[in-house]
Antibody, heavy 120, light 109 residues
Framework: QVQLQESGPGLVKPSQTLSLTCTVPGGSIRSGNYYWTWIRQPAGKGLEWIGLIYTSGSIDYNPSLRSRVTMSVDRSNNQFSLKLSSVTAADTAVYYC????????????WGQGTLVTVSA | EIVLTQSPGTLSLSPGERATLSCRASQSVFSTYLAWYQHKPGQAPRLLIYGASIRATGIPDRFSGSGSETDFTLTISRLEPEDFAVYYCQQFGNSPMYSFGLGTKLEIK
């Protein structure tokens, strides 16, 4: 297991784009054993999977967010990123990045989470 | 879409007692793809169990998972003070590919 670290603005205006980056220690972002994912949790609600990206750049997104989500990977800097466009107050949440095992579908390493508030 | 229903919503127990948490799926889930997590406020969630019954690295053996198809259970044999937290089950399968239950809050009685 590794400790991931999210970074990005904590406040985003409505209709703008939320942008977050996750830094992965060591070189494991290049490993074929894992996918790299984003998960969010609005206050008082459950965890929602947003999407995943593989080291090759292949992606899959939650259908409920697909039209607004873009994920990318930067292997040279051991980072992957999330962009969520046209945000509203409903996108206010703690955003986590997490490592997903390609073998058993479990999230075995997580970041501490970062609160993103959508407000004017 | 597979919906995971966790019960009870809140469980009040004392240290040393046994905790039994339930996760029920609206459709059959491959056991390989059922996991449990522990989440404490302000911390990263921690993987406890994957494959329905396999403890993750470093997880004490007082944690155990069982079940198949639509009914899964997380058992904590003897509660330690550090075990009081929120617990989530999670599955990989139908769209959305990864989904979580709403959690069981385990609180000190």
């Amino acid at each position: 297991q590794v400790q991931l670290q999210e970074s990005g603005p904590g406040l985003v205006k409505p209709s703008q784009t939320l942008s977050l980056t996750c830094t992965v220690p060591g070189g494991s972002i290049r490993s074929g054993n894992y996918y790299w994912t984003w998960i969010r949790q609005p206050a008082g609600k459950g965890l929602e999977w947003i999407g995943l990206i593989y080291t090759s750049g292949s992606i899959d997104y939650n259908p409920s967010l697909r039209s607004r989500v873009t994920m990318s990977v930067d292997r040279s800097n051991n980072q992957f990123s999330l962009k969520l466009s046209s945000v509203t107050a409903a996108d206010t949440a703690v955003y986590y990045c997490a490592r997903l095992s390609a073998f058993n579908g479990s999230f075995d390493s997580w970041g501490q989470g970062t609160l993103v508030t959508v407000s004017a | 879409e597979i919906v995971l229903t966790q019960s009870p919503g809140t469980l009040s127990l004392s240290p040393g007692e046994r905790a039994t948490l339930s996760c029920r799926a609206s459709q059959s889930v491959f056991s390989t793809y059922l996991a449990w997590y522990q989440h404490k406020p302000g911390q990263a969630p921690r993987l406890l169990i994957y494959g329905a019954s396999i403890r993750a690295t470093g997880i004490p053996d007082r944690f155990s998972g069982s079940g198949s198809e639509t009914d899964f259970t997380l058992t904590i044999s003897r509660l330690e003070p550090e075990d009081f937290a929120v617990y989530y089950c999670q599955q990989f399968g139908n769209s959305p590919m990864y989904s979580f239950g709403l959690g069981t809050k385990l609180e000190i009685k």
